[in-house]
C-alpha cells in the first residue's frame, strides 16, 4: 500500500515538474529562434507590416516593435483592445500573442489566427529582433 502511495505523489511531483517545464519552454524558445527561417515564416507578416522603414500599411509597422508598449505607435488606428491592453513587445509576449493574436488580446483588429508552431514563433521573434532595430 506504500508503493501505490508513494507512485501517487511521484506522479503528482512529474506533473507539476512537466507543468513548470511547459511554461517556461515558449521563453526559452523563442531566446533560440533561428532568424533565417524566421525571415520565411515572417512573409505572411509582410503582407500588412512594414518591417524596416516605419510605414503604417493594413496593420502598424513592426520597425522597433520589441520594447514597445503595445497601441502606441503613432500614425494607427488601433483597436481600443489593444491600446487597453499594457502589452509591452517583449520576446515572451510576442511568443502568446503570435500563437493565438484573438486570444491574448480579445478584440484585437488583427486578422491572423496565429502560429500554432512553438517553433515557427521563436524564429519570427528571433527574427524581428535582427530585422527591426
Known amino acids: ?48 507590416h512594414d518591417l524596416n522603414t516605419g510605414a503604417t500599411r493594413l496593420g502598424p509597422s513592426l520597425k522597433g516593435v520589441i520594447g514597445r508598449k503595445a497601441g502606441s ?10 491600446k487597453s491592453s499594457g502589452v509591452t513587445w517583449t520576446p515572451d509576449t510576442l511568443n502568446t500573442y503570435l500563437k493565438s493574436p484573438t486570444t491574448y488580446v480579445k478584440g484585437t483588429k488583427m486578422a491572423f489566427a496565429g ?7 521563436a524564429d519570427v521573434i528571433a527574427y524581428l529582433q535582427q530585422a527591426t532595430k
Do not use: N, Q, W
Open 1 to 48: 500500500m506504500k508503493l501505490a502511495r508513494f507512485s501517487v505523489v511521484a506522479l503528482g511531483a512529474l506533473g507539476l515538474a512537466i507543468g513548470v517545464a511547459g511554461t517556461v519552454a515558449p521563453a526559452a524558445a523563442a531566446e533560440g529562434g533561428d532568424p533565417a527561417h524566421g525571415r520565411t515564416v515572417a512573409a505572411r507578416c509582410l503582407a500588412c
Open 73 to 82: 505607435l503613432p500614425g494607427y488606428a488601433y483597436s481600443d483592445a489593444m
Open 115 to 121: 502560429l500554432p508552431d512553438a517553433k515557427d514563433r
